[in-house]
């Protein structure tokens, strides 16, 4: 069954400091992979996308990595700032006839001052 | 920059009634899905539409729902006779070109759609 796992479920930080955030998926056949940041009540917004020949990519302060082989990927908040609270969604698309989106649950990131 | 836009932001009804949840895709974008997402739960995706008829649709878009592009900007989701378990967000997306590897799909803002 095709399915994306996201830890952790929650994280808290300090401003400035630097998170990585996990994404775990089963989907195949594999097509890309997505990152979103989605704010309290708001809708997802594109961070990245990566197809499987792609190992990282870089949105600002955001780096997201992908390890097609061991089906993980990390997205990595440097220098966090208080905007960077949200929820970061893996997404997974299946490459399959409609290139179906695979959602993970998110983790839910509170930075602090 | 071009967005999309939802209205209501947040809509309140009672269970039985029927609701329209309205989105203006962004001008030059040819395909438009419609999400949901209950509170704390997972993204769900409803149904994606092209060329003024449904392309692709989940189990959970079933009878109760509809879709319609009544004219050349509006996208509409219509939901008959609510139930309590629709109460959620629902998003509105599109994307200028078909699913694909590279296709990126933009959100609206959401209805918050909460039958009582």
């Known amino acids: 069954k095709n399915q994306v796992e996201q830890s952790p479920q929650s994280l808290i930080i300090l401003e400035g400091k630097n998170c990585t955030l996990q994404?775990?998926?089963?989907?195949?056949?594999?097509?890309?992979l997505r990152w979103y940041k989605q704010d309290t009540g708001r809708g997802p917004v594109s961070l990245t996308i990566?197809?499987?020949s792609e190992n990282t990519k870089s949105n600002g302060r955001y780096t997201a990595t992908l390890d097609a082989d061991t089906k993980q990927s990390s997205l990595h908040i440097t220098a966090s700032q208080l905007s960077d609270s949200a929820s970061y969604i893996c997404?997974?698309?299946?490459?399959?006839?409609?290139?179906?989106?695979?959602w993970g649950a998110g983790t839910k990131l509170i930075i602090k001052p | 920059e071009p967005e999309v836009t939802q209205t209501p932001s947040h809509q309140v009804t009672q269970m039985g009634q029927e609701v329209i949840l309205r989105c203006v895709p962004i001008?030059?974008?040819?395909?438009f899905y419609w999400y949901r997402q209950i509170l704390g739960q997972k993204v769900e995706f409803l149904v994606s539409?092209?060329?003024?008829?449904?392309?692709?649709k989940s189990e959970i878009f079933d009878d109760q729902f509809s879709v319609e592009r009544p004219d050349g900007s509006n996208f509409t989701l219509k939901i008959r006779s609510t139930k309590l378990e629709d109460s959620a967000m629902y998003f509105c997306?599109?994307?200028?070109?078909?699913?694909?590897?590279?296709?990126?799909?933009?959100f609206g803002p959401g209805t918050r759609l909460t039958v009582l």
């Open positions: 001008s030059n974008h040819l395909y």
């Open positions: 997404v997974v698309s299946a490459d399959d006839s409609n290139y179906q989106l695979i």
């Open positions: 997306a599109s994307s200028e070109l078909a699913p694909s590897s590279y296709n990126e799909q933009f």
């Open positions: 990566m197809t499987f």
């Open positions: 994404c775990n998926y089963t989907v195949s056949p594999f097509s890309n």
């Open positions: 539409f092209y060329n003024n008829e449904i392309s692709e």
